[in-house]
Nanobody
Framework: VQLQASGGGLVQAGDSLSLSCAASGLTFTRYVAWFRQDPGKERAFVAAINWKTGNTYYADSVKGRFTISRDRAKDTVSLQMNSLKVEDTAVYYC???????????????????WGQGTQVTVSS
């Protein structure tokens, strides 16, 4: 399985940005998520979606501003980010998990496949 993330960039606070992650060679996945990471910090959960049901889950810091979605026909997952804040600046990673359980969706180790990361920079 290969994941290709795209859509990062430099924006101003309050702007919107959309990230996309396309999977190839995917046969089954249970949960798909976005994480983000600042230099020197651990990878942090942003949002996840149940591949089958479409149920979504968010970190409190992005709830109401970010929306995760998936296109099962195209094996892609997207993250629409609105009202961006300076503190949203990070490298964003998509992740696909085949055996991920609901209780563990916020843990990076629950995911088997990772995209290469895309930089999002929000200036004040």
């Amino acid at each position: 399985v290969q994941l290709q993330a795209s859509g990062g960039g430099l924006v101003q606070a309050g702007d919107s940005l959309s990230l996309s992650c396309a999977a190839s060679g995917l046969t089954f996945t249970r949960y798909v998520a976005w994480f983000r990471q600042d230099p020197g910090k651990e990878r942090a959960f942003v949002a996840a979606i149940n591949w089958k049901t479409g149920n979504t889950y968010y970190a409190d810091s992005v709830k109401g501003r970010f929306t995760i979605s998936r296109d099962r026909a195209k094996d892609t997952v997207s993250l629409q980010m609105n009202s961006l804040k300076v503190e949203d600046t990070a490298v964003y990673y998509c992740a696909f998990g085949t055996g991920t359980t609901l209780s563990a969706i916020r843990l990076p180790q629950s995911y088997h496949y990772w995209g290469q990361g895309t930089q999002v920079t929000v200036s004040s």
